[in-house]
């Protein structure tokens, strides 16, 4: 059974530090990893999706790497402003199109 | 192009009333999962369904049902609410192409309180 762990579970940074998100999983056996992001008692915003065949994928400030060697995937947040605050979800994909997520990382980008 | 929608925006039952929620797949798509997510948590998988038959289940038990229409919205039931159903329900659809992991897109959510 595929668990996701995210750490740190909440993180608060001043407006423009570089921040890396952390998100590791049990079972390698994935089609792609996913990064959401989640405003308060919204829905999740995709931010960015990684093949299992790929090893990094870009948006904007945004970049997330995936090693399924070590289970491993990070989302590095660049020059981060207030408007990034919200929670950073990782989700690995299984076989047929079923998401597994990890609990969340609260961020808190202060003015 | 209308995204994803969920009806209604919130809702509050007692326990061991029934309770149904609506979805609207994104245009073009033929795929919807189900998720619930309790506070504090990451989303957890229901079901998935896909030309109007349950594809997959989680660990979820019988008294969360589901159901497929021709135009692809779905429906969530739950019967028999217990104060645990309290939560925020996703909707998600998608396009089966490869079936080697297509982007879901997520609707606003049902927010769920059962007193």
Redesign the interface.
Known sequence: KQEVTQIPAALSVPEGENLVLNCSFTDSAIYNLQWFRQDPGKGLTSLLLIQSSQREQTSGRLNASLDKSSGRSTLYIAASQPGDSATYLCASMEYGNKLVFGAGTILRVKS | DAG?TQSPTHLIKTRGQQVTLRCSPKSGHD?V?W?QQAL??????IF?YYEEEE??R?NFPDRFSGHQFPNYSSELNVNALLLGDSA?Y?C?S?L?TS???????????T?LLVL
């Open positions: 994803v795929t999962s998720y504090g948590q990451g989303p957890q998988f998935q594809r997959q989680g925020l996703l998600a998608s089966v079936g080697r992991g297509e982007t879901q897109y997520f609707g606003p959510g927010r």
